[in-house]
């Protein structure tokens, strides 16, 4: 039993930063990779970094790198994903996904996680 939520959206100017916050609650715990993925309107869902059990790996997406930083103090802990100088392009519904199965690797595809938050809206103004 695994549950994901997201929180930190909200409304930002062009050029603002945003933190997001994923917790994560488990029955049994177990070590996990987290990533977050977005959604635009009219888009398809796109992979925006990750952040294995250790901190060890964290790919980004190279629309984000040197803008978001994803970190987490240790695998028990909230992880985070820092956004700065935000653009409108940025602007989409941002998702928490957990995969407990390879915590070591960091995959970029929605299909290799199975637990997902709700989300939480980004709007970025121009």
């Known amino acids: 039993q695994v549950q994901v939520e997201e929180s930190g959206g909200g409304l930002v100017q062009a050029g603002g930063s945003l933190r997001l916050s994923c917790e994560v609650e488990?029955?049994?715990?177990?070590?996990?990779?987290l990533a977050w993925f977005r959604q635009a309107p009219g888009k398809e869902r796109e992979f925006v970094a990750a952040?294995?059990?250790?901190?060890?790996?964290?790919p980004y997406a190279e629309s984000v790198k040197g803008r978001f930083t994803i970190s987490r103090i240790n695998a028990k802990t909230a992880t985070f994903l820092q956004m700065n100088n935000l653009k409108p392009d940025d602007t989409a519904i941002y998702y928490c996904a957990v995969d407990r199965r390879r915590p070591w690797e960091t995959p970029t595809t929605a299909d290799e996680y199975p637990y997902w938050g709700q989300g939480t809206q980004v709007t970025v103004s121009s």
């Open positions: 952040i294995n059990w250790n901190g060890g790996s964290t």
């Open positions: 488990q029955h049994t715990f177990s070590v996990y990779t």
